[in-house]
């Protein structure tokens, strides 16, 4: 329960924060699936029932309705109801009665506070109308509408009310599907067998069952849920006893398909059955039984028991009777149907005596004169009697029994003298009341003794009977708790009279002189017995043979001592693998024969350390927490130790802890992929599934790090979970905000001050328009504007600014199962746009002069003495700046001025000129001979066209002269063939030819 709450805690936070960032939007989001099982091990109405969440709105005319149906169950298997696929229908037909009935007609709306995305509508048994398009199931009576969502609907039901006396006299059908019944213990069977031996026909049947659970069994949503290995039907009715709507009606199921009424689960909300309109929350989710009467059809049967605490279950009323008998002397006799133990009070014409009574009888010290009213009051019961005239002779005991050889005594209550005339010696004795009466029983037999005071006489009846003396000769001193044995004795009298026959009672008293349980009863026969036993508690008890007698032989008992035993059993819920942290141990205590044990002490050992001792409730349940800090192989003992009747019992197993430390974003948008990378310890290899909205994703782990990607489809929104689970087991869960795909345009936010403007707000998600969608406009000034988008997703406001400047208006969009807000600033202006745009064109145009004219004036250019400028180490390179600038060679710094000399050595070298902004770059060639020269510049400057001799591109002249005889001459060229060669080319491409950068 607690991880619960610090998972709800951690949502809560989550939201928050996302609330309050001021860089992204706010969501709220609803989502629902639908559900075709309900697992009872697994109750969801826990959680629903502790969540007061509105959900609807429902307005009846009438209201007849009460339960709000939207799911029909049939089969249970494994402590899971589920539903089956059955033909549907565009006709709704509502079967009529064919038993005497009184209907009534009402309609009903429902306002959903969160859209129907799947599933049935929510209706009442015998909806003839739905206002949305929707396909009609008649087995069940369902609707399921034909396009989602489902804001609204309404519905017509018609009421079909019947007597119990129609009902009583109806029979069933045998309708195979609905009589399903799961592999259940045979107690199961006897107890619905039990609960209804009584009743004749299926709806008496059907109100025994409901009654039973009803009087039986206590709603509690706290309760233990089932352990693994039993049904959650025989856990909630032999162990755990309490439980929700859902436990009480699947056990009314079942019972009632035992005893073969056709039966089913049905789902949804219980509300007030009230004319108007009301609100219904969460905790309101129900779920209820329906069974069916040939006649009437399914009616609706709730056997959902209430809220108290175990002990009123006993609290019933005194089911007691008193007898007031007004003594001679004033005093009153009250004598009781049973023994009677607690205060009695008694009120007779302003006297009040209060008296303690424990037995059959009491003597009421009261002074009764007159007639009145006499008022009793037990501890739940209230006798008032008129008492009218006071008798003058009370005698009593009226019926007396006196062994043989001994004396009896009655009393004679009265004011007056008496006579006494018996057949059996007596002798006479003045008391405070009136007489003592002592009379000898010398002969066995029946006598009457008549006592006369005055006119008036009263007779006692004496009987004398022999003296018995029964003892029990033949009785095991240990047996198993359940198991059946045997007591065998003797009942020994006077020999004259024979030998004694009659009743004999065997019991098991905790103490010898109070009343035990009968164990077992017989018949003497020659003053033998030989009695079949059972004894279903532990202890150790006195064994009593209780001979009752007969006309002649007087009762007896004999009392040996014997102790019950039994060994027990601890069934567990075994985990393979659990998380780090607090894991729950739970598991059940019983007897050999199955019998719960209550108020025993269970040890839970971890690593050979003690670390919890939890206690058996009346169901045999133990359940509690332990606490495993670390990751890694763990062993566990559960340890029952045992007691004086009741042997030990120990189940021991192993587990690995694991804990999951996994590193993602939190938020993410919808459409995208989420990247999940972490540790997985406790285990090093393997592999882990991760388990959410995708389905199942199976992940390889190595050196216990693992990475994965998690798809984000583009409908998903909210706060979303995904589990990881090892082996089946989940041993994390992580939760991240996935914001939907939604998008807010905004046109029209410049605007002019004093004139009415137009903003235009278009929603869209995953790029399509949404219609019908709520806009709400906020101004600086606090004024706020709405308005619905149209089918192209848009929402106009018209606006007036009334100053200029730059202004923030907050937008809300509310659509139908979340809500997005964002802020906009819009620009407000002095003027028209084109004047803005006039002059934003004048300064762009005086700027791109002004660049112009600098570049004109400031720019700087290099220039070289030769083109292509290439070089011997031997020659001098002259540069030559357009300007006064910065030269630079190969990134370092020459001087300053407009020309440079200077040599270089051989390579490719890079000169750069700056002056303020501007720069200028050329690349030079150094090379070692004259020869490579030439060839260089005639290759750089002609050699564009491939397989084409010197001569064919520039025919015969001194440069293809002097290029042929530095390329192919074996004496290579002169220094004025050199400086001929350069003075053709200046020639021929221009004496300022720069250089190629």
Known sequence: MMRKVIALALLVALGVSLALSPTEPILSFNVQRPRNEVDVSRNIYYSLLLNNTPVMKVTQEKGVVEYLRQNVYVVYENGVWKSIDVKGSNEVIVERPRIPYRAMEDNVKV???????????????????????????????????????????????????????ELRRLKTRPLRMYLQ??????????????????????????????????????????????????????????YSKRGVCLDFNTAFVILARIVGIPARLVTGYRIKPISGEQVVKANQAHAWAEIYLDGAGWITIDATGYERPPQRMEQKRENIDVKVEPLPNGTVKLSFSKRYTGDVKVLFNGQSVTLHVNG???????????????????KNKLVEVLIKNLPKIVVTPSNLTIAKGETGKFKVITSGDIRINSPLPFRVEKAPYGYDVYVEGTRVGKYTVKVTSGNVSKDVEITVKVKTRVEIRNYPPSIKVGEDFYVEGIVVGEYEYGKPSGK????????????????????????????????????????????????????????????VISGSKLTVEKFQVAPVGNINVRGVLTLENGDPVKGEKILVYLDGRLISVLMTNEGGIFSGYIKVTGPGVHSISVVYPGNEFLKGSKVEWSFVAIKV??????????????KVSGRVYGISDGVITVKGWFGEKRVDMSNSKVEFYLPIPEDLSGIVRFDVLYNGTKVGEFYLFVKPKVEIQVKGTIMIVNKTSSLEVRVLRGGDPVSNAKVFLTTPQGETLSNLTDDNGIAIFTLRPEAPGRFRYHILVILGDFFLEDNIDILVLSHELYYYVVLASLGFLSLFAGAILLKLFMSVKISFDRA????????????????????????????????????????????????????????????????????????????????KTAREILGYNVITWVFEKARYGISGISIEEFKLFLGKLREVVGSEIRAKK
Not at 360 to 378: D, F, K, Y
Not at 870 to 886: A, F
């Open 661 to 674: 430390e996994l590193d993602y974003s939190k938020t993410i948008t919808a459409g995208e992929d989420l």
């Open 868 to 947: 292509p400028p290439v070089y011997t180490p031997q020659e001098s390179i002259i540069v030559t700046l357009n300007r006064r600038g910065k030269l630079l060679v190969d990134g370092k710094p020459i001087g300053s001025g407009k020309k440079f000399r200077l040599k270089l050595s051989p390579g490719e070298h890079l000169f750069v000129a700056k002056k303020f902004i501007f720069k200028d770059k050329a690349k030079v060639l150094v090379v070692n001979t004259p020869e490579e020269a030439v060839v260089k510049m005639f290759v750089e400057k002609f050699n564009g066209e491939k397989n």
């Open 111 to 165: 306002e959903l506070l969160y859209p129907l995305l799947s599933g049935n509508l929510y209706t009442a048994l015998h909806t003839s109308r739905v206002s949305v398009p929707s396909e009609y199931y008649p087995e069940f009576e369902l609707f399921k509408p034909i396009k989602y969502p489902v804001k609204s609907y309404s519905f017509t039901v018609i009421s079909y009310n019947f007597s119990q006396d």
């Open 181 to 238: 019944v799961p592999n259940l213990s045979k107690r199961v069977y006897e107890l619905a067998f039990n609960i209804t031996k009584n009743a004749k026909t299926p709806y008496e049947k059907a109100i025994a069952i409901r009654d039973y659970l009803i009087s039986n069994y206590i709603y509690d949503v706290h309760q233990i849920p089932p352990i693994p290995g039993i049904d959650p039907v025989e856990w909630f009715l032999f």
């Open 360 to 378: 059959t009888s009491a003597l009421v010290p009261i002074n009764v004169t007159n007639p009145g009213w006499m008022r009793i009051e037990l």
């Open 504 to 563: 004999v009672t065997i019991e098991a008293r905790v103490e010898k002189d109070k009343k035990g349980i009968v164990i077992g009863e017989g018949q003497v026969k020659d003053g033998r017995f030989r009695v079949k036993c059972r004894i279903d508690k532990l202890g150790e008890y006195e064994l009593v043979a209780i001979y009752h007698g007969n006309s002649i032989f007087l009762p007896s008992t004999s009392d040996p001592r014997i102790r």
